[in-house]
């Protein structure tokens, strides 16, 4: 069984910065893909970014420069570090990993951006 803990939301003002973390345990089989997905109230999951085994980076446009996405391939851990937070941000973060069996999500965690 695989498990995500994910840590890091909270409230912040806006321009400020929040770091979410997410590691992974349980029977996993060689994670391909590390990422975080997004879902504010209304709203489908939408992608924030993702990371590759060999460390390509995709990140959604609204976040471009101000997020950025790293991982720790021997602790299977990814974190997304979070900068110039804006009330749009506002949502439920999801961590979420692809391996060669599967994709596995967390149960997210909220970031709550104040103007």
């Known amino acids: 069984q695989v498990r995500l803990v994910e840590s890091g939301g909270g409230n912040v003002q806006a321009g400020g910065s929040l770091r979410l973390s997410c590691a992974a345990s349980?029977?996993?089989?060689?994670?391909?893909?590390m990422g975080w997905y997004r879902q504010a109230p209304g709203n489908q999951h939408e992608l924030v970014a993702r990371i590759t085994s060999d460390g390509s980076t995709t990140y959604t446009d609204s976040v471009k420069g101000r997020f950025t996405i790293s991982r720790d391939n021997a602790e299977n851990t990814v974190d997304l570090q979070m900068n110039s937070l804006k009330p749009e941000d506002t949502s439920v973060y999801y961590c979420?990993?692809?391996?060669?069996?599967?994709?596995?999500w967390g149960k997210g965690t909220l970031v709550t951006v104040s103007s």
């Open positions: 979420v990993i692809k391996d060669r069996i599967g994709g596995y």
């Open positions: 349980g029977r996993l089989f060689g994670i391909n893909e």
